[in-house]
């Protein structure tokens, strides 16, 4: 395995054994634990000029603080994205500044490529012929593209609620697809049994594999350092199994153990409240969440009952200071639509969650006048066009 110097291996966020990562693949082998990938950062030798310096065109380009060096990776030079500045949403959510950043411009149009680009440098490093996973949609369709950039086989389950682009790229990047009626749950059990059948499959589901939510921290360094390594105060993300969350709550502390930034940004979780587990589990104080019963938002890409790393993610909303926040999709879309028509930006209706989520922690009081706030656009308006189009419709637009 081709790895970078100062990655150690795989540690249990449960048991806490660390792991070689070339034995250890996916789950904890002795507690099913999530592995998260460790390095030691007495190793790593990295100053902000050392950054600056360096083009910014890839995620990659923070490979001393991944697991994989770039010449490793099997890459489309995604991540680097543009952070844009929102003075109309500032105005009126009442804070200094409003920034957007664009995960929109990844190459499969969100911010699942960074983890998938982790993920399936890690499954051509084991040498796995197959990668399968279930998804919402945009992972799924992400995973097919990198596994066809890879040469590897990609098997994907989706939903039938998952958007048309989703299933429709899986095809044409020559994915084996499976659309199993209902929703993610529904889909996860077909893949379980697809699992069951197929030994040699190698799995790029979330919080399955340890690499996805790595790959996603590069976007909290980004962040820092198109803000001029000033840390904003509040990091907005829509927050369907976490993912994102927990990866740059982890980067946020490696900048800061590293000394090339004082402190940590508050994250919050934001959800429709149509499934809003995370949100519950965070006001009733609890340290997991229940399952959320019935599901039922236009959000399918934050519709997730059952986020297995809660844990993980209520802690980073607590040691960070942050909170988490439900608003209805009524709101949720209205809010693509405003952003979309007072910025010119475009949110998907998944990722409007984080805009809705933030004017509604303005209202609360919750951000101070002079705050940076951050709204994670995890993916990019046009994935889900219709949907928008169609609230417009509802109104008599
Ligand atoms: C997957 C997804 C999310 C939720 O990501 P998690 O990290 O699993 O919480 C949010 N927005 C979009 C567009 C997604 O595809
Ligand atoms: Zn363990």
Redesign the pocket.
């Known amino acids: 395995m081709e790895t970078t110097d100062a990655f150690v291996g795989l540690t249990c966020v449960d048991c806490e054994e660390t792991f070689d990562a070339e034995q250890a693949t996916h789950r904890c082998p002795d507690c099913g634990g999530i592995l998260d990938p460790d390095y030691d950062y007495d190793e790593i030798d990295l100053s902000r000029e050392d950054l600056e310096s360096r083009r910014f065109d890839s995620m990659w380009r923070y490979e001393e603080l991944l697991p994989f060096p770039r010449s490793a990776a099997v890459s489309m030079d995604e991540g680097a994205t543009q952070l844009v500045e929102c003075p109309d949403l500032a105005d009126e959510m009442g804070v200094g500044r409003v920034l957007f950043k664009d995960e929109g411009r990844n190459p499969t149009g969100?911010f699942?490529d960074r983890g998938q680009t982790a993920a399936i440098t890690a499954a051509a490093q084991h040498g796995a012929t197959d990668v399968a996973l279930n998804s919402?949609g945009?992972?799924g369709q992400s995973a097919a593209a990198y596994a066809a950039r890879a040469d590897l086989q990609s098997h994907v389950f989706l939903p039938s609620r998952a958007g048309f682009t989703n299933k429709a790229m899986v095809n044409v990047h020559g994915g084996d697809l499976t659309v199993v009626e209902g929703r993610i749950g529904d889909a996860g059990e077909a893949y379980a049994d697809a699992m069951d059948q197929h030994d040699d499959w190698y799995s790029v589901k979330?919080f399955v594999t340890p690499y996805r939510h790595e790959g996603k921290k590069t976007m909290l360094y980004e962040v820092v350092e198109q803000n001029d390594w000033e840390v904003p105060d509040a990091v907005v993300y829509?927050?369907?199994?976490?993912?994102?969350?927990v990866g740059m709550h982890k980067g946020a502390k490696e900048l800061r153990d590293l000394g090339l930034t004082d402190e940590i940004p508050s994250m919050y979780a934001a959800q429709s409240s149509g499934c809003a587990p995370v949100v519950e589990a965070f006001d009733e104080g609890k340290e997991v969440h229940e399952v959320w019963e019935t599901p039922d938002t236009i959000c399918g890409?934050?519709e997730?009952p059952d986020p297995g790393a809660s844990p993980m993610i209520l802690d980073a909303l607590r040691e960070s200071d942050g909170g988490a926040v439900a608003t209805s999709d009524e709101d949720i879309l209205d809010s693509a639509v405003a952003v979309a028509q007072k910025e010119g930006l475009e949110m998907?209706a998944?990722?409007a969650a984080a805009a809705s989520g933030a004017w509604e922690l303005a209202r609360r009081g919750e951000f101070d006048d002079d705050d940076t706030v951050v709204l994670l656009n995890?993916?990019a308006g046009n994935k889900d066009d219709d949907v928008l189009r169609s609230h417009l419709m509802s109104k008599g637009v």
């Open positions: 969100t699942k919402a945009n992972a979330t829509p927050t369907g199994g976490g993912v994102g969350l890409g934050i997730i998907g998944t990722c995890t993916g």
